[in-house]
């Protein structure tokens, strides 16, 4: 065998691992459907069929490497697009659907057909990094918004970074069934959206007032555009059609808000947007964006962060709200809150990565 053909084999093992991650993370967060897809593609992938083809610009990289880039979540998106699109019926008849399980077997099988005959098609929307804004997160970030309302007894001014199309931004207009806690919002509220709570309950009696609301992204979608609006929902995965409707019903009320997303770095942004004013409550916040930071941009980021805390007062604080998973272990996504003066980081919660349960730990 030669050192080309060695090569080879370590670049398709490398990739089968990691569409077999992801595999294990469709099946563990509720999409069977996508796990069962993910694992035929690693078939694929080892037999040197479609597929290894179409990953030709990921060779050579590690299976870390492939999981940060989300290549298996390309692919899985490429596929959904597909079904959305209403360009292949026969295949979307096999995806799951409100009261239909869906047919791995025979949508792998036209998923195959479709990469032998249009493999452009899938290299164009997998040559996109992958960009999700998934707005159950909101029922994280919610107790964290009532803690900083409850101390401050401010008006709070909204920033939040790496927003994606900006749906967390409308956060204090969706009703919320936060289990054993309680519920909070405008119950005729069109975004609905439940989480299994467990430990104390929240502040839920705060009394909260949003002066402003600005966001950025260094690639914001644009929702108003339906291609981008299409790709939003191929992220999701198949058969979690509630997830999907949770997603429609924000993107309708982001349309009427108006709801905006600055094109900006995070760290220029930040230092130049979210500077703490007098008589209200200044809040940075960010779901699920730090790991997509090179190290030196983090470190850039919490500089930042820093100069607006010694900026803050008892008049005009400083809050610094974020769900990111802990730098220990990705499994371990957290509601930390920083607040100045002051300036204590605190472990609020542990919390789904897709918002579906929060494990409230902050002292009352
Ligand atoms: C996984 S998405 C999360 C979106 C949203 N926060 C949510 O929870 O649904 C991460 C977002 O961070 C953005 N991003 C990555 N690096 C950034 C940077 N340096 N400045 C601003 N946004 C950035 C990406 O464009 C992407 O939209």
């Known amino acids: ?12 093992a490398a990739m089968v691992r990691a569409f077999e991650i992801q595999a294990g993370a469709c099946a563990t967060f509720g999409s069977p459907f996508s796990a069962a897809l993910l694992d035929r593609a690693a078939r694929d992938i080892e037999a040197g069929g479609p597929l290894a083809d179409l990953l030709a610009p990921w060779r050579g990289r590690s299976a870390r490497v492939l999981v940060g880039e989300a290549v298996a979540i390309r692919w899985l998106g490429g596929a959904h697009d597909l079904v959305l699109s209403g360009e292949d019926p026969a295949l979307a008849h096999t995806y799951p659907a409100p009261g239909r399980p869906g047919d791995a077997e025979a949508a792998w099988s036209a998923l195959r057909e479709a990469m032998i005959a249009r493999p452009e098609r899938f290299a164009t929307f997998m040559s996109h990094e992958p960009q999700t804004n998934e707005v159950r997160r909101s029922a994280c970030l919610l107790p964290g918004f009532l803690t900083i309302a409850r101390e401050t007894t401010l008006p709070l001014r909204l920033f939040e970074i790496g927003a994606s199309a900006g749906l967390n931004q409308l956060w204090d207009r969706y ?32 009394a909260v007032s949003v002066i402003s609301r600005a966001a950025c992204d260094r690639k914001p979608v644009d929702f108003r555009d339906p291609a981008a609006r299409r790709r939003l929902e191929a992220y999701m995965w198949a058969g979690q059609s509630e997830r999907l409707a949770r997603l ?52 850039a980021l919490t500089a930042a962060v820093g100069d607006l805390g010694v900026r803050a007062s008892a008049t005009a604080p400083f809050a610094w709200l974020r769900m990111e998973p802990s730098p220990t272990s990705m499994a371990d996504v957290q509601l930390r809150l920083t607040l ?13 990565p897709h918002g579906a349960s929060v494990e409230w730990v902050a002292a009352a």
């Open 340 to 352: 100045w003066p002051g300036g204590e980081d605190r472990l609020l919660a542990h919390v789904h």
């Open 175 to 206: 009703h919320y069934d936060l289990g054993q806690a309680g519920e909070w919002g405008d119950p005729g509220s069109p975004v609905r959206l439940d989480t299994a709570w467990s430990g104390p309950a929240p502040p839920l009696e705060a």
């Open 248 to 299: 429609d019903a924000a993107l309708a009320m982001a349309l009427a808000a108006d709801i905006r997303v600055e094109a900006e770095d995070a760290v220029t942004w930040t230092a130049r947007r979210a500077v703490p004013e007098e008589g209200a409550a200044t809040v940075l916040f960010h779901s699920i964006f730090w790991q997509y930071l090179p190290t030196e941009t983090q470190a």
């Open 1 to 12: 065998m030669g050192s080309g053909e060695a090569r080879g084999m370590s670049d398709a």
